[in-house]
């Protein structure tokens, strides 16, 4: 296999290539045909240079793991394989909540992972949301335990507030953050991204891509994927009005003979060395694409015209707002102990 190199970036002490691999979309089953397709986008993004691959126990739920597993146990040594948790399945959580950062939840979670992808470790473990109910030390402590135990290398947060950024990593360094980042979403910018920069920690936007409101790939309606419709940048009156500032991202595409989805990456990749995006698709040929943005170089004329765009967007960028950017509770701090206490 011919792999074109990508340029190294790192997150914390991590080094991976500039553009990574969102795996979200390797799912719909683990026959020997979804297995074929999912390859292909893993060897694609292997002779790109790729060499950050990021999944999700909840991607399918579980077909994304196994499907990376497979498509990387030749080139184990070759890759960065990152995965997340904290979203409870199988067992529902004792008080219905769909979020889980409990302690022994998270052992037991990478262990289901571990075994799904077949590999003795992953290299990069993000909690998948912030659970606003458990003290983030209690959650990255246990992630911390799994680092001592040689199942995990580095530990990432997706889509936390700054103050809980800062917290976990005063428990245990943190490579990266997971949150959303694109030409059309940009509020991380205001604390997030200044909070990790402050404490050297890499950023890893997913959806660069807008959920294809960047690619030219949707143009109405009728466009929209069953699984995007109803949210809000995507409902009727919406959708046009995004659909209208995405043209701007399609003209600077054909003043430089590129696709639109290159441009979108290439914004991101504009925003730091400490930035790699992981953009996902189900087609060989998009990941060869993505890849490619590495090598688009927008003038400052062009980022200033993308720069103005996402104030104008319709809608919340997230369609459940109330878990991107969580804070999670303070850790309670034990008070002094009674006379009758110190007795028995």
Known sequence: ?????????????????????????????????????????????????????????????????????????????????????????????????????????????????????????????????????????????????????????????????????????????IAAIQTEWSVFSRDIEQHTVPVARELGIGLVPYSPLGRGLLTGAIRGLDDVPDRLRGRERFVPGALETNLLLAGTVREIAAELAVEPGQVAIAWVLAQGDDVVPIPGTKQADRARSNARSVDVVLTAEQRARLDGLAGAVVGHRSPRPELVTVEAPPQVQPGPASSDEVVR
Not at 26 to 37: F, N, P, Q, Y
Not at 81 to 91: D, I, Q, R, S, Y
């Open 1 to 173: 296999m011919t792999t074109r190199p990508l340029p190294p970036r790192r997150l914390g002490a991590l080094a991976v290539s500039a553009v990574g691999l969102g795996c979200m979309s390797l799912v719909g089953g683990t026959s020997a045909e979804d297995e074929k397709r999912a390859r292909a986008v893993v060897d694609a993004s292997l002779e790109e240079g790729v060499t950050l691959f990021d999944t999700a126990d909840v991607y399918g739920p579980f077909d994304s793991e196994v499907l990376l597993g497979r498509a990387v146990s030749a080139v184990r040594d070759r890759v960065v394989v990152a995965t997340k948790f904290g979203n409870p399945l199988g067992t529902p959580h004792p008080d219905g909540r769909d979020v889980d950062g409990r302690p022994e939840y998270v052992r037991a979670a990478l262990d289901a992972s571990l075994q799904r992808l077949g590999l003795d470790h992953v290299d990069l473990y993000y909690l998948h949301r912030v659970d606003a109910r458990v003290p983030i030390e209690e959650t990255v402590g246990a992630m911390a335990e799994l680092v001592a135990a040689g199942k995990v290398r580095h530990l990432g947060l997706s889509e936390p507030g700054p103050d809980t950024i800062r917290r976990a990593h005063a428990t245990h360094p």
